[in-house]
């Protein structure tokens, strides 16, 4: 059994100042680096020091807006949880969804290599705007069983 502990408010904050940076280039996504000013998500399972450590930044590119992110695992493998639970996650720009199913964010060997590692991004179907968006992430459920 798996329970999401969301750490909003410094992820929304941290990715709010992501946002407002440059537009990103189609070479900078293809190597994109997490920044230290990104959002972060911790997911943890009930009763077990198994965790999965979640950085995430949306960026503009073509007047679209897309997610970027890596993550990183603790403990044993949580397989089907941990894709349920990452299938089932979402950002959000201004409390709106812009895009479900983070699965495709890049794996990293430890937290440690989170901020400056390579980051996965995808497009949203968004139209890109001017910055000071405020940027969250969030689940439909907060439990999920194997």
């Known amino acids: 059994m798996m329970s999401m502990n969301l750490r909003a408010a410094l992820g929304a904050v941290l990715a709010?100042?992501?946002?407002?940076g440059p537009a990103a280039?189609?070479?900078d996504l293809k190597t994109m680096k997490m920044?230290?000013?990104s959002g972060q998500y911790t997911v943890s399972w009930r009763g077990m020091a198994d965790k999965i450590y979640i950085r995430y930044t949306v960026v503009r590119h073509e007047g679209l807006y897309h997610v970027c992110g890596n993550y990183a695992m603790t403990?044993?493998?949580?397989?089907t949880s941990f894709?349920?639970?990452i299938r089932s996650m979402y950002i959000t720009l201004d409390d709106k969804e812009i895009l479900r199913n983070l699965i495709f964010f890049t794996r990293h060997?430890?937290?440690?290599a989170l901020v400056g590692g390579k980051a996965a991004c995808r497009?949203?179907?968004?139209?890109?705007?001017?910055?000071?968006?405020?940027i969250g992430i969030g689940s439909g459920k907060t439990i999920f069983n194997d």
């Open 16 to 20: 709010l100042l992501a946002l407002t």
């Open 25 to 27: 280039h189609a070479a």
């Open 109 to 112: 060997a430890s937290r440690d």
């Open 35 to 37: 920044p230290s000013r």
């Open 75 to 79: 403990g044993h493998s949580q397989g």
């Open 123 to 134: 497009k949203t179907k968004t139209k890109a705007t001017g910055g000071g968006h405020q």
């Open 83 to 85: 894709r349920k639970g």
